[in-house]
């Protein structure tokens, strides 16, 4: 297996500008989480889905936020407007069960000018 | 305030020195993990832990659980350079129940 797959690598992007982040989950695997990561605030989960369902989206910052789960082998998180304080390491993974070992993607570096 | 509290938050050792990092909550863990994340990368698991009092080695690598399994420390014997990375632990409070990640430890192993 290719492991946690997310896309793009990098982003740059203008404040208010749309952005989707992309991420194809490990195959079999029933969790699939979004984090967020900055020197300042470390490693922050944003949302969880089980079996495709969101499980739990405390995390999620401001309604400008959102996450779906279309189906087992893909997810998006989208950020409509963003804003310079977005600008952050998004990480993507995914795990059998939510409490087993988490494999993550290589992450998304966004930075919001 | 964080569930799982790490410490130190940055460690700078020389090659060949021990380092010991730390892993804290006033909460009971059912399994508590050690992940590594090195720069550019996402974290990679490196243990699991489940019983209260279990040791684990991963070659200079130990791992520790509390007894009442409310705390972890992660022990590595001469360090090099390689291990330089960012340590996190994470714990589930209950079978089933979603991971919670410390803030982590910053380690510089400098050669």
């Known amino acids: 297996d290719a492991g946690v797959i997310q896309s793009p690598r990098h982003e740059v992007t203008e404040m208010g500008q749309e952005v989707t982040l992309r991420c194809k989950p490990i195959?079999?695997?029933?969790?699939l989480f979004w984090y967020r990561q900055t020197m300042m605030r470390g490693l922050e989960l944003l949302i969880y889905?089980?079996?495709?369902?969101?499980?739990?989206d405390s995390g999620m910052p401001e309604d400008r936020f959102s996450a779906k789960m279309p189906n087992a082998s893909f997810s998006t998180l989208k950020i409509q407007p963003s804003e310079p304080r977005d600008s952050a390491v998004y990480f993507c993974?995914?795990?059998?069960?939510?409490?087993?070992?988490?494999?993550f993607g290589q992450g998304t570096r966004l930075t919001v000018v | 305030t964080q569930l799982l509290e790490q410490s130190p938050q940055f460690l700078s050792i020389q090659e060949g020195e021990n380092l010991t990092v730390y892993c804290n909550s006033s909460?009971?863990?059912?399994?508590l993990q050690w992940y590594r994340q090195e720069p550019g990368e996402g974290p990679v698991l490196l243990v699991t832990?489940?019983?209260?009092?279990e040791v684990k080695k991963l070659k200079r690598l130990t791992f520790q659980f509390g007894d009442a399994r409310k705390d972890s420390s992660l022990h590595i014997t001469a360090a090099q350079p390689g291990d330089t990375g960012l340590y996190l632990c994470?714990?589930?409070?209950?079978?089933?129940?979603?991971?919670?990640f410390g803030g982590g430890t910053r380690v510089l192993v400098k050669p």
């Open positions: 994470a714990g589930a409070r209950a079978a089933g129940n979603k991971l919670t």
């Open positions: 909460s009971v863990f059912s399994s």
């Open positions: 195959s079999g695997h029933n969790s």
């Open positions: 832990v489940v019983t209260g009092g």
């Open positions: 889905f089980n079996n495709n369902v969101p499980i739990d």
């Open positions: 993974a995914s795990s059998r069960y939510r409490d087993t070992e988490a494999f």
